[in-house]
Nanobody, 115 residues
């Protein structure tokens, strides 16, 4: 059974940091590209960051220089280190695994940036 389980969300003040984790099971994690997406209330889900199976990363312009995505294939885990958080980063963050045509999603973790 395929699972992607996110954790690490919460409430943080503007300028603060959070580290999200996503643990994968039920598929060959190391050969999948992984991504983090987010969805704010009333908005469409948007791409935050991706990491290829060889570790190459890409980021949305809105998070470049603030967020860092990484993966640990030995632990079947991807991370999203989020620094200098802004209120507009508030959203549900989803983990994604993709190896066309297969694609998997986690259940999401809430991140709220507010004073």
């Amino acid at each position: 059974q395929v699972q992607l389980v996110e954790s690490g969300g919460g409430l943080v003040q503007p300028g603060g940091s959070l580290r999200l984790s996503c643990v994968a099971s039920g598929f060959t994690f190391s050969i999948y590209a992984m991504g983090w997406y987010r969805q704010a209330p009333g908005k469409q889900r948007e791409l935050v960051a991706t990491i290829s199976r060889d570790g190459s990363t890409n980021y949305a312009d809105s998070v470049k220089g603030r967020f860092t995505m990484s993966r640990d294939n030995a632990k079947n885990t991807v991370y999203l280190q989020m620094n200098s958080l802004k209120p507009e980063d508030t959203a549900v963050y989803y983990c994604n695994g993709r190896l066309v045509p297969r694609e998997f999603w986690g259940q999401g973790t809430q991140v709220t940036v507010s004073s």
